[in-house]
């Protein structure tokens, strides 16, 4: 069984650049989850994808955006980076059908943005 | 939205001691998990336990959810127990894990 992957594991861009995350899901799982975790602060919820479709986002602003494809393979989105996009976001993927009650998360390894 | 806060933040243990970490929420929890994060930074799950005990060789946790807490504990502490420890759950039919603040643990020699 393969666990959740990430790619890259480290980026650094400029401010007002792009860029993309990607993250694999666990074997059987078919819901990812996005967190950012700013240096010695918990993860904090980005959104969550559900058989392709946003499910839930947490207060991040639009030029956070995200895809999650059939395969259940996501992408994290962020347009116009600022240097406080600086930070290690994590992917998470559940077997959760999206309802009330979301199955265990199992994360990826995270990859770490430095926006300078 | 709910806030979750974690005690002690910073701890700091000989080698083969017993510790406590806790977690209170200000609301009702569903799916609450408890969450070792190494120095490389991949949270690695510990327990899934929305109510009642559960164990897992030297780490046991507890939640009481009537009360809003649960407790992490780990037995004869080793140096690879060091790290961030988080406690995360969900409220009501929302789909988002909430993290506490965490608690740092360095184990010594």
């Known amino acids: 069984e393969t666990g959740v992957t990430q790619s890259p594991t480290h980026l650094i861009k400029t401010r007002g650049q792009q860029v993309t995350l990607r993250c694999s899901s666990q074997?059987?799982?078919?819901?990812v989850s996005w967190y950012q975790q700013a240096l010695g602060q918990g993860p904090q919820f980005i959104f969550q994808y559900y058989r392709e479709e946003e499910n839930g986002r947490g207060n991040f602003p639009p030029r956070f955006s995200g895809l999650q494809f059939p395969n259940y393979s996501s992408e994290l989105n962020v347009n116009a980076l600022e240097l406080d996009d600086s930070a290690l976001y994590l992917c998470?993927?559940?077997?959760?059908?999206?309802?009330?009650?979301?199955?265990?998360?199992?994360f990826g390894p995270g990859t770490r943005l430095t926006v300078l | 939205g709910i806030q979750v806060e974690q005690s002690p933040p910073d701890l700091i243990l000989q080698e083969g001691a017993n510790s406590t970490l806790r977690c209170n929420f200000s609301?009702?929890?569903?799916?609450l998990q408890w969450f070792h994060q190494n120095p490389w930074g991949q949270l690695i799950n510990l327990f899934y336990?929305?109510?009642g005990t559960k164990q897992n060789g030297r780490l046991s946790a507890t939640t009481v959810a009537t009360e809003r807490y649960s407790l992490l504990y780990i037995s004869s502490s080793q140096t690879t127990d060091s790290g961030v420890y988080f406690c995360a759950g969900t409220t009501g039919g929302g789909n988002k894990l909430t993290f506490g603040t965490g608690t740092q643990l360095k184990v010594e020699l």
């Open positions: 998470a993927s559940s077997r959760g059908g999206g309802g009330p009650r979301t199955d265990t998360q199992y």
């Open positions: 336990i929305p109510s």
């Open positions: 609301d009702s929890v569903n799916n």
């Open positions: 074997s059987g799982h078919n819901t």
